[in-house]
Each structure stands twice: as structure tokens, then as C-alpha cells.
């Protein structure tokens, strides 16, 4: 059916959909994850204190909602009685998918909410036991992640699941960054709830008196807390707030921690590299009928298990070798005693109903298979995946003697690549929660009743069987914990950032025998884009609407890396069809004879061996720019069906691989298209009335691909993008072609250089991708979280890609190869602490503001900046100080500039060869100064979906009115920690202006010239580290505000008050209060040093030289490990004051400077805000 465009633009927000939206309407309740939809009332419980505090042994967190197994409605009455005060509140989750709505109302002082946990209700801690298995995940990104605070200010309430967008609410600013630079006792609640194990999930801190509300789905079983806390300017009152704590219970049923699985080997090979997981058993049970083709697979892996050297140097040296491990699940047995249900049963017991609806069942599975993944491959475990249920057990022959394997240990610790053999129903991918509230995958769902008119309403993937089930719980497929150690910690849920490439081969068996038969590594096992190649190679590109930028910095960096050598056909416009796409996409028109259509030659080989396809999809189908004729959209299964004639018999292409069919033999292809990597099996998909062309449907891209021996990259879900820039799925793409065409070298004696260029896998170019996009991502939000987990490989991740002028690797990566003495930091004098100042100046060009769609956007260059490094200094260290510059394109945020800079540094303590990294353990700002850009209009990033004409071609500005008053970002700055050991990268990232609405739509913009920063660092190898890096608690900055009872705005200095809580030292803080203030040239952020009080220890007093209501702040308290907490006044960088007047001088100074003193119990938000 024809599908229509529609724009949905209400508010401020974000992104732009890669797929068609099926309808206006939102979806229902059948839709949305299944809960008992009875809520009980609870009768009002008033706050019982001591209720402070979480941390055994002295937990005192008032429970509520004991025992109950139904879903509930807690109100609560409570009174916050000082700054130091917090009231936490605890209940028991046991059903994941659960919906909880928090929210806190009659308010009379500014007080915050938090929501977080998810520790074991027994222990009340997180880890592994028989029966509990909670791991929030490794730090590294919590000061660049946006907090999720109620759904509402990041798009719409979760239940209008139909693309509609109600409210922002909430204020934008204060959900992003370090969770510590909201200030006020949520620094004291993350400490908390991070030293049992747990991590914060939503919080909501909106300025004043504004209520409060969280509202998030919680996926981890376990013990939760709701925390209410008064903000940084301390005020309570004696009034009770009302907390009402909402549990909608999920009927998902979960099974507990998935067992873990014990190696059995003979001796262990460091010389494979990638491990094809297989489960012949399980094949052969879905597919009963192609069981020769399962022989084929078995058989053809094995050719996949000798060395095979891929790329030489100089004097035959051989510089990449591929060897690979096929593991068999069908061989996973159960340990004796264990009691364990062999997986077999488990994956038979899979088409169960029950199991069927229940994504968590696939999720189970999926599990054990990581399991075994993990044993084979992690050197730490010794050969096994955990220590707690150790239920199964695989042998592992790695010599020419069978039966010997009677050895715990790794068998394969260097292993690089992992390749999932068959589709979800026999390798499950992993189900992960979609954060999201526009295009989430619950549409998709919805969308799919709307397609054929023969379906009589039914979804042509049904919400019963397992693909549907995900959808219909807004769960996302990926294959990213298959290649992950462990997660990072997340706000809602673990981030699966992989550290090996996970490839995957899809779709029934005797595609996949063709694809293995064809693709047996041997020495011309490369995608060759040089001019000089056997082949004549040729690219081809497509984009349109709101693509046409991403697809435009792709062909761009493409062309710096081929020069012009190869033909590169383009369709980057609004005009083209499916008639168009066809004659350009590869180098002959599709339907020219002999050249793509049955039969087809098996020596065919198309010569386009990199095509970026940059257009909206259904899994099943291409959409061009504009859709004529009766069939207007480009199938899959046009590619599916093609068949081979002529091929001979089998014993000869497995003897020549060149004679199997394999059209799209070492090609890479790739797209940012909504769910084009959505692999469907064909029993998926509704298969009655007999009308529906079930295999139009069940023909999907990664299946056409793989069936002619291609590689294919594309999303399992919907795919982003945003209208006036190159962000979310774009952006991954424009950084996994850059990957494709690094410069990957090796050291070669018999190269005259020295070193030889090898190339770029596939494999590892995604990797790298994904954590490039995190290292120059500030504000990491579940949009970001969903293109990461979503954007998926189908091939074989070692294939790879060879230019003629191959790109230089990022900054970052070029420092990590330097010589440890080009890296290694001062040794830290007198303790385990060190501190680096960097400085950063900007000289923009004159042209720097630049006209866009809906407003304008500041242009910043790499080379516009200029750094003093005071490691620099040091004769050890000598990287290049370089920034990396890219657009601060965030939800519902103004466009900004903003950069990121390499900080990583080597222990100067440590000399032995391999020195540890050092620990950052905050970055903080130290001054800076800026210009002004009145009536500045900017580029907010907006919510858009398809319309009849190009989205780039209308003018809609969304509203801004929620950032009235509040300059954005209020911690405009952060650092995040990506990778371990040796591929650890430290990275600053900062944007490079901020801007503050009068309106909702013009403001102020203050773009810096100038920026100063201070790395605080802790040597892991020096003495005392060890009890530095123990401390993660963070100062408190309790309460902020300007005092005196004689102060009169003519004043020329004011006094500020700054009351510190320490959690290790709670009587006498052991820390240190500085701060900026705005000097009276009002573009210099000035240092300012607080002194402690002699009597109130708990007190830091400073003299701000300015006029009271001229005062400016950012405050920043460290303790002596490091730790640090930041206050802005939630963006208004203008503290409260507390003072008594007399009425005349009142008058005086309201009518002299339109301002309102504030009393000492009630804070006006409007006393101090210009």
C-alpha cells in the first residue's frame, strides 16, 4: 500500500527516522509491552526517618510496597529537614519490562529526584550468585552521558508509542552530563547507590518549585530506590512533598541468570583469530529439509581452520594471518549433577507459546551461547565463563589426538572475530530495551498491520512468535554482547560496546553453504579498490532528502582516498526512482541480459564492490526519492531470487572457489536505512491467508547479500538521522567509511618504509566506528545507546578493504602508537595525584556564523584552535596536540561546535616496558573567556518524519521554550574512558560555545575564545594509589548562596557562601572549593578561591569583586582523591541570596535594578537571574 509522509515537529526535539512512518495514529495498548492492568491503590504513608541511607551496614531506605507481586499506587508525605537530608524509599522489581512513574509535587523549596538500583532484594548488593546476576557495567562514560529524567523531556510519554510527541517538560539542560555537576545531595545518592553495586537510572531536577517526574521502563530485576533530595541551593521547608512511586507491572516472566559453561581443551591455539559458532543440531531441527546443505556448512567450515596468510610483505613475510575455530553448540554438554536442561531441550522448548512471546526466553539462550564464547576466548577465566553455574561443558581438540581433552584452560586467547552461523532461530540475537520514545521498534510492529491488504489487520510478523515479541516489549535485536567483554555503565540499561567484530551468516542452509564455499580464505580474499586491481572496482553511492549530507561526506571521504582512481556513480539527488536506481546502482542495468537476471553465469561478478545505500527501508524493500509505477519500491527479494546456471559439480567449486556462485564476492555494502539489516526467516512472517506473498516479505537485504557471497552492514531497527546535520545512524556511517579506508600498517623488514600497508577488515572498521562515535559524542542519549546496538554485520568480519591512498588514522590512535616515552606522563610528587593543564584557543574564521535551514550555526575547524599543554612541558611526552572537531547535534539542543581532545598519558612511576595508564579521575574548568552573539537564532535539532516534499526544502522551527532563562549546556564540558590496557584513549570533550533563549527561538551566544581546563589524574603506579582509586565518593555541595544581612547592590565585592558535606570525612571536609566568576568585562571567567570556615568546618566562604546582582558562578569542590562535584544553579550560574532589607531601600533597589531580593526561608527564582 502506498505509504504517507507526514511531519511531526511539536516542541523542540530530535531526530529523523530512516523509514516511513505508517500513520499519525498512536498505536494501542496491544502494542506496548503486556501489564496487569489492575493497579492497586495503596493507602498514604507518611516518611519515617532515619531514612538516609542505602550503603549497608547501616541501610535505613524505608521500604514500601512489601511482598506485593500485583501492580501498585504508593502516595507518601514527607518533610525534608535540612541540606545534609535525604529521604530514599525502597521496593522490590521482579518482573523486567516493569513501567515505573515517580512523581513529587507540592513543593515549597527546590528539591530533586532520583531513581536507580537494581541490586540483589536479598544481599542488597550487585554481582554473581546461584540465584542473582547484576553487573551495571565498567565506567567510562558517566560524564558525557545525558541522565534520563522523566521520558517526557526527551520526547513524549512512553505510552504514545505512535510517534507522538506531547510535552518536553522537565529542563533540558540539567538531564545532561556528570550526574555530579547537578550538585546538592544527587552526588551523595550516586555515591550511594554505586557503592552497592547498582547505577542511577532517571532523574528529574527541574529548577524551583516545579514538579518533579520520572517515568522509565526498568528491564533488571532487583532492589530499587526513590530518593528525594533538596537541591544545591539548600533551602527546605516544613511543608510535606508529595511522592506518589507508581509500579505497572510487567506479566514478562523472567528466568534467572543464564548458566555459565567450563572449557575442556587438549592444548591451546594463540594462532586463531576467529571462532565460527555453529549449532548443526539446532539446523537441522528448523530446517529439516536441507540437511545435505548443513553437511555442506560442517563441511566447508573446516576449510576455514588452517592458516591462511592474507596480506604479505616484503621477502614472503607474512603480516596477516587468518585461522579459525568452529564450534559446534551441539556438542555443549551438561555438567554431571548440575541438574542442568541440556540446551537442546532448551532450544526445543523454544516454540513453546509462552517461550515464543517471551523475548527474555531468546535472551536466555543468547546468554548461554556468550557463555561459551567467553570461555573459549578470555584469558582471565581460564577456561571458564564464571565462577557460579557451571552447568555446561564443551571439549575443544586442538591436536591431531581426539580424547585427550582433559585441560581447563583458554583455548583461543586471540581471537579477533566471531561469525554466528544462521539466523535468529538458530543463534539468537541478543533482545536489548529501546530506550527510545519516536521510532521505537514497537511501530515497526504497528506499521506492519498496515501493509497488505490480504493480512486482515494482522501484523506480517506476528507479536506471538519471537522477532514480534521483541518488537511488542520495545526490545531491539543486536549482536553486540557477542563481542563484548563487559558493558558500560548506562542510565536505563548496560551499553554493549563490542571489543571483538561479530559478524553473522544468514539465512537458510544452502545459502549460507554457498556463501562459506565461496568465501574460503586464500590469499585474494580482498575487497581491492585500487586502480591497479584484477578487477576494475567501482563504488556507488545513493542518498536523498535528509541524507544527501551524510551521503555527500561519504563520497567525500571516498574520494581522498581513492583520488579519483576508480567510477563512482552517484544518485544524490530528490528525483530519482526505483527505474533510475536500477540503471546507476551497479555497472550495468540490472535487467541488461546475462548481467543480473536468471540464470546467471556462476563466473559473474559485479566490479561494484563498495556501494553506501543511503534511503529509506523496510526490511523487505528499498525506497527511492520518489515512488512511479505500479511497483515502485526495489525488493530484496529482486536480489534473492537470482539463480545460478551451469556451476558444475560440487566436488569443483569447492575445489576452485572461483567457480561457486558468488555475484558480490569481496563486496562491502552498506546503509543507514530503518531495519535494511533486519534479518526476517521466512517461518516469521504470517503465512496465511495464501494471498500474502510470504516470500516478497521474508526476502530481506543481509539474506539477499549473503546469498551471492556479499558482506553486508545495515540496522535491525530503525535507523536516525537529524535534518541539518550528519548525526546518529550518518554519523556512524561517515566514520565506518573512514574505518573501511584507514591506514592500517605492520612493521616489514623487507619493505623499504619499514612497514607495509595491510588494509582494513570490515570487522574491525565497525568496531572502531562505534567507539570513535562515542569518543566525540557529549550527551550520549538512548538514541546514540539504539544506533550503536542496532548497526550490524553480515559477512565475514576479517574480509578486508585495500585503497591507494589510504586515510590516517584518527589523532587519538596515532598517539597510542607512539613510543611509551613520546606518552608518558611527570611522576607525581609527594602522593599518588597529578594535574594537567590544557588550554585552548580559538581564532574562529570571519565567516564562522553560517546561514542554515532554520537559522544559523557556528563553523569551527581543527585548525582554528590552538593548545597549550603543560605535559607538553615534559621532555616524555610528546604526542601531537590535536583537536578533533565535530557538531554538538543533541536532542532538542541548539547546534553547537564542540571538540575532543586526547588526554590519555602513560604512569610516570611505572618503569616497566608496558606502563599502565594513567586514571582520570575528573576534568574541571578553570577559566576561559568569550564573545557575544545577540539575537543569535540557532539550529535546534528537531523531530521530523517524512513528508510529500523533501524535508530540506521546508523552513519549520521548532520552539525552544523550555530553555527560556538557562544557558546550554550547563556542563558544557566532560571526559569519557573508552577501551583497557594498551587500547585505552582518555578523551576531553568540550563544546565551544553556549547559548541562553529569551524567547524560544533568539538568545545570546557566547562563543569561546579561550578555554581553560584541568586534568586530574591519579598514577595507578605511584604509592598510595592504591587508597586513592578505593575512594569514589564525591564532595556534596550542600547549599550555595550569597550572604550578608548589610549587603546593598552597590556593594563592589559579595560575599558567597558554600556549605561542603564529605561522605569520608563528614565532621571536618577534606577538600578543596574554587570556583569562576564572570569578571566585570562580562566575557572573562575568572579563577576564585574559597577559604574554609574556622568554626563551621562544614563552611568555605569567597569575595566575589562584583556588585551582587552581577554575580556569576561556577563552583567546583574536590576531594583528596580526586573526586569532584560541580555547581551551575542548574544553567542560571547566578546562586540564591539570603538577606533582610529594609523596605525602603527595597523599593530602592527593585525600581533601580528591576530585581527582588530574596528572603532567608523562600528562594525567588527570579531574584538573581539576568
Known sequence: MSRIWFVVSILSLLVAPLAFAPTSIPATAAEVPIRLSTVTELPLVGESEPNGSITPPGVTAQPIAVGRTDSWRQPIEGVIASSSDIDYFAFTIDAPGSLVTVTLTNLQADYDLVFGGGVDPVTGQGGATESFEFDPGKSGLEDVTQIGGQITSIGGQITS?????????????????????????????????????????????????????????????????????????????????????????????????????????????????????????????????????????????????????????????????????????????????????????????????????????????????????????????????????????????????????????????????????????????????????????????????????????????????????????????????????????????????????????????????????????????????????????????????????GVTAISNTIGQATAGSIDTRLLITNTWDRTAFENVWLEQPLDATGFFTTPLDVYSHTQTLLSSLNAHFDHWQLLPAIRSGADPDFPAERILAVQYGGSGPASTCDSYPDLCPGFFYNTIYYSVGCHSGYNVPYNAILQSPATIPVSRYAADFPQAFNRHAGNWIGNTGYGYGTLDGVDYSERLAVLLTQELLRNETRPDSGASEGFTYVGRSIGEALVNAKVRYLRTTFGLNAYDYKVLSITTLYGLPWKRVFVDNPLNAPVEDLNAELPNN????????????????????????????????????????????????????????????????????????????????????????????????????????????????????????????????????????????????????????????????????????????????TDGVTGTLRTYTQLVFQVIYTDPAASGAETALADQNPPVIERVRIAGQDIIPQSVSTPVEVVIGDPDHPTNPQVTVTAVYLADDNVTWTPLTFTQDTTDLRLWRALVPRNWPDVRLIITAVDQAGNSVMYTAKGLLAPPTYQVMLPVVIRSSASSSGLLPCSMTIVNENCTNS
Open 822 to 997: 613520546d606518552r608518558t606522563a611527570p611522576e607525581p610528587i609527594g602522593s599518588s595525584q597529578l594535574t594537567r593543564t590544557i588550554t585552548f584557543t580559538i581564532n574562529y574564521d570571519p565567516n564562522y556564523l553560517q546561514p542554515s535551514r532554520t537559522g544559523s550555526v557556528v563553523r569551527l575547524r581543527a585548525s582554528n584552535v590552538t593548545i597549550s599543554d603543560t605535559f607538553l612541558l615534559n621532555s616524555t611526552f610528546n604526542i601531537t596536540p590535536t583537536v578533533t572537531v565535530f557538531d554538538y547535534n543533541q536532542i532538542g539542543m541548539p547546534s553547537l561546535p564542540a571538540f575532543a581532545y586526547d588526554i590519555t598519558a602513560l604512569s610516570g612511576s611505572d618503569d616497566d616496558d608496558n606502563r599502565v595508564p594513567l586514571v582520570v579521575r575528573d576534568v574541571i574548568f578553570r577559566g576561559g573567556q568569550y564573545n557575544t552573539v545577540d539575537n543569535f537564532n540557532p539550529t535546534v535539532t528537531q523531530i521530523v518524519t517524512e513528508t510529500f516534499e523533501p524535508l530540506i526544502t521546508t523552513t519549520i522551527e521548532p520552539d525552544f521554550s523550555a530553555g527560556i532563562g538557562f544557558w546550554l549546556p550547563d556542563r558544557f564540558f566532560g571526559h569519557s574512558r573508552l577501551g583497557d590496557g594498551a587500547d585505552q584513549r582518555d578523551t576531553l570533550i568540550s563544546t565551544a560555545a553556549v547559548f541562553r533563549t
Open 161 to 549: 508509542i505512535g510517534g507522538q510527541i506531547t510535552s518536553i517538560g522537565g529542563q533540558i539542560t540539567s538531564i545532561g552530563g556528570q550526574i555530579t555537576s547537578i550538585g546538592g545531595q544527587i552526588t551523595s545518592i550516586g555515591g550511594q547507590i554505586t557503592s552497592i553495586g547498582g547505577q542511577i537510572t532517571s532523574i528529574s531536577v527541574n529548577p524551583g518549585t516545579r514538579d518533579e517526574q520520572i517515568e522509565t521502563v526498568v528491564w533488571q530485576p532487583g532492589r530499587y530506590f526513590v530518593a528525594v533530595a533538596p537541591a544545591s541551593a539548600g533551602v527546605t521547608s516544613p511543608t510535606p512533598y508529595r511522592l506518589t512511586i507508581t509500579l505497572n507491572r510487567s506479566t514478562l516472566q523472567p528466568l534467572g541468570p543464564a548458566p555459565h559453561v567450563q572449557v575442556l581443551t587438549d592444548v591451546p591455539d594463540p594462532d586463531v583469530t576467529t571462532l565460527y559458532i555453529i549449532n548443526s543440531a539446532r539446523m537441522q531441527e528448523v530446517y529439516p529439509d536441507e540437511l545435505s546443505s548443513i553437511s555442506v556448512i560442517s563441511s566447508s567450515l573446516q576449510n576455514y581452520t588452517s592458516q591462511v596468510t592474507l596480506v604479505w610483505g616484503g621477502y614472503e613475510n607474512p603480516l596477516i594471518q587468518e585461522k579459525g575455530a568452529v564450534i559446534d553448540l551441539a556438542d555443549l554438554t551438561v555438567v554431571t549433577g548440575s541438574g542442568a536442561t541440556p540446551l537442546s531441550q532448551l532450544l526445543q522448548d523454544w516454540v513453546q507459546p509462552g517461550n515464543q512471546r517471551n523475548p527474555l526466553y531468546a535472551n536466555y539462550l543468547a546468554s548461554i551461547i556468550d557463555h561459551v564464547i567467553e570461555a573459549m576466548i578470555d584469558p582471565t577465566g581460564n577456561g571458564r565463563s564464571g565462577e557460579v553455574r557451571l552447568d555446561y561443558q564443551i571439549a575443544v581438540n586442538n591436536n591431531v589426538s581426539p580424547g585427550d581433552e582433559n585441560v581447563l584452560a583458554t583455548p583461543y586467547p586471540n581471537v579477533r572475530n566471531i561469525v554466528l552461523i544462521g539466523s535468529d532461530e538458530v543463534i539468537p540475537f541478543f533482545r536489548l530495551p529501546d530506550l527510545t520514545t519516536l521510532a521505537n521498534e514497537a511501530d515497526y510492529l504497528k506499521y506492519l498491520e498496515t501493509i497488505d491488504p490480504n493480512s486482515g489487520r494482522n501484523s506480517l510478523i506476528s507479536p506471538d512468535n519471537p522477532l514480534g515479541a521483541a518488537l511488542r516489549n520495545r526490545m531491539l535485536l543486536s549482536d553486540n554482547p557477542y563481542g563484548t567483554d563487559r558493558p558500560y555503565r548506562f542510565y536505563g540499561f548496560p551499553l554493549f560496546v563490542p571489543d571483538l567484530a561479530v559478524g553473522r551468516i544468514v539465512e537458510r542452509p544452502s545459502e549460507i553453504a554457498d556463501f562459506l564455499r565461496r568465501n574460503v580464505p586464500w590469499g585474494y580474499s580482498a575487497i581491492d579498490l585500487r586502480a591497479d586491481s584484477f578487477d576494475t572496482p567501482m563504488l556507488s553511492l545513493t542518498g536523498y532528502d535528509f541524507l544527501i549530507d
